[in-house]
């Protein structure tokens, strides 16, 4: 058997601006780890599956363990580009919201949900947004989307978009069959306690913990954050710190995201939780004091 089909894949999904690039600009400290931003993989799962779907007249020809098979090789023929690595991270926020073709396709795989309040998700985008005023950020969609500050917090939390979609497939996970194969970190407790938040995560994942050096954190993709127009969307340097500030959001806009944070308040999951503060009992809760 291939080398690349005997290696853990776990997955890394969420909401956006929550720490998933900082996530794996960590992991990826550990030479036996490889980990990345928002990659392609998971896009062209659904394109195959898609392909392979009732659309095209030859799909008869295909059967379920063809494409197992399938959607398989995508993902080990495109890290077997890393072969050093033991352990992959993929991380994508559709992850979310296809969890049992996940648990089909790798029965051992988890996926760590990197989750932040979506006032603060929200506030994270609009900064990007005034830092480069001379852009015009693709994220935001049409004229219409990007004309005020409420047409783009309106138009983030669609059902489609940068915040609605993934705020929904988390969750669908949350509250779903499998929702035992996740584990949700908050953006905070990362920042806060960065070693025993990657030393849990660690446990949850069955793998030895590797000393990391948060002092000094670094990962960024240039060439795809200007290819969005949106500079500085995926970098990280220097120490994992948490940063207090105000709110650049109104308040009406600030209040209404501020209480979608649905996993701080229902624990009536099977989903693991590094959490700060929690809400009714229910979820097995790794947590750590704010």
């Known amino acids: 058997m291939d080398q690349s089909r005997r290696r853990p894949i776990h997955f890394i999904s969420g909401l956006p601006r929550s720490g998933s690039t900082m996530l794996g600009g960590i992991l990826r400290q550990n030479p036996r780890c490889f980990a990345s931003m928002s990659g392609p993989v998971g896009g062209v799962i659904m394109g195959a599956l898609r392909a392979m779907g009732p ?48 648990a089909d396709l790798f029965p051992e795989a988890k996926i760590i949900c990197c989750v932040r309040n979506p006032a603060w998700v929200m506030d994270s985008l609009e900064r990007l947004h005034r830092e480069n005023p001379l ?3 693709r994220i935001f969609g049409s004229s219409a989307d990007r004309a005020t500050v409420f047409d783009r917090a309106e138009a983030m939390l669609r059902g489609d978009r940068l915040i609605g979609f993934p705020l929904n497939a988390l969750r669908e996970t949350y509250y779903g069959h499998f929702a035992d194969r996740i ?22 994942l069955g793998e030895p913990a590797f000393e990391h050096d948060f002092s000094h954190v670094e990962y960024e993709a240039e060439v795809f954050d200007r290819a969005v127009d949106t500079p500085g ?22 209040d209404r995201l501020g209480a979608l944070d649905f996993w701080r308040r229902d624990g009536k999951t099977q989903a693991f939780r590094i959490t700060g503060k929690t809400g009714t009992a229910g979820a097995e809760d790794r947590t750590l004091p704010n």
């Open 233 to 254: 969307l995926h970098k990280v340097s220097g120490p994992v710190r948490f940063r207090p500030r105000k709110t650049c959001l109104p308040p009406e806009i600030f």
């Open 55 to 102: 659309d095209n007249e030859f799909s008869v020809f295909r059967n379920d363990a063809q494409k197992r098979r399938i959607l398989r090789s995508i993902v080990t023929g495109f890290y077997d580009e890393f072969p050093d690595a033991e352990i992959l991270f993929d991380t994508n926020r559709l992850w979310c919201a296809h969890l049992p073709l996940i």
């Open 135 to 137: 852009n015009v950020p």
């Open 183 to 204: 584990l949700l970190l908050e953006y905070d407790i990362l920042c806060q306690r960065p070693e025993q938040a990657i030393g849990l995560i660690y446990e949850f």
